[in-house]
């Protein structure tokens, strides 16, 4: 009897014991997770242009129809940057040794720039036009960067898709605001 416990409790310590992958899995996650709230706070961070111009500036403006209620916006966004922000792990984890990995990724923090910017020509300028032609501009990076992305990971170019699309509708609210003011 006692041999049975004593093996028992050598095979409970086999499996207690993190394997070396099981170890990278975790820190995968880790920095997955840190990632995903830098690229969250930075959203956050572009959102204070946002607020500031809402419910001065923007509430004041004639709108289209099909235009979403505005508490609709910040939980997309946050979908949104967590599924960039896998993506973007997603290439970086081939190892930023190899050149389309680095091109993407360069992408990537172009695509970042432009997004962040939109808010603050848009909002922060309050300038429908300039924040259209901002908006193309990124809608373009975005696509360059799924281009990269797809050359690195297949995945992570699908986790992009949401993005494009909302910025493709994004596009035409845009052109429509413009428009209409």
Same mark, same amino acid.
């Given at each position: 009897?006692?041999?049975?416990?004593?093996?028992?409790?050598?095979?409970?310590?086999?499996?207690?014991?993190?394997?070396?992958?099981?170890? *990278?899995?975790?820190?995968?996650?880790?920095? @997955?997770?840190? +990632?995903?709230?830098?690229?969250? #706070?930075?959203?956050?961070?572009? *959102?204070?242009?946002?607020?500031? *111009?809402?419910?001065? %500036?923007?509430?004041?403006?004639?709108?289209?129809?099909?235009?979403?209620?505005?508490?609709?916006?910040?939980?997309?966004?946050?979908? @949104?940057?967590?599924?960039? *922000?896998?993506?973007?792990?997603?290439? %970086?984890?081939?190892?930023?040794?190899?050149?389309?990995?680095?091109?993407?990724?360069?992408?990537?923090?172009?695509?970042?720039? #432009?997004?962040?910017? %939109?808010?603050?020509? =848009? =909002?922060?300028?309050?300038?429908?036009? =300039?924040? #259209?032609?901002?908006?193309?501009? +990124?809608?373009?990076?975005?696509?360059?960067?799924?281009?990269?992305?797809?050359?690195?990971?297949?995945?992570? =170019? %699908?986790?992009?898709?949401?993005?494009? @699309?909302?910025?493709?509708?994004?596009?035409?609210?845009?052109?429509?605001?413009?428009? +209409?003011?």
């Amino acid at each position: 009897m006692p041999k049975r416990k004593a093996a028992a409790g050598r095979r409970a310590g086999r499996r207690a014991r993190a394997t070396p992958a099981a170890r *990278s899995t975790v820190k995968d996650t880790a920095r @997955l997770v840190v +990632l995903i709230i830098i690229i969250e #706070l930075i959203g956050l961070f572009a *959102s204070i242009f946002t607020q500031s *111009s809402v419910s001065v %500036w923007y509430a004041t403006l004639q709108k289209p129809a099909f235009i979403p209620p505005n508490y609709v916006f910040a939980p997309v966004w946050v979908v @949104l940057f967590a599924l960039m *922000s896998t993506a973007a792990f997603m290439v %970086w984890k081939k190892g930023t040794e190899r050149q389309d990995v680095r091109v993407a990724l360069n992408s990537f923090g172009m695509q970042f720039l #432009l997004n962040v910017l %939109w808010s603050l020509i =848009f =909002f922060g300028m309050r300038s429908p036009l =300039f924040g #259209l032609i901002e908006v193309i501009l +990124l809608w373009i990076a975005i696509a360059i960067t799924m281009m990269e992305f797809r050359k690195v990971s297949e995945r992570a =170019f %699908w986790l992009m898709v949401p993005y494009i @699309l909302w910025v493709t509708f994004t596009v035409v609210l845009t052109y429509y605001i413009w428009i +209409l003011n």
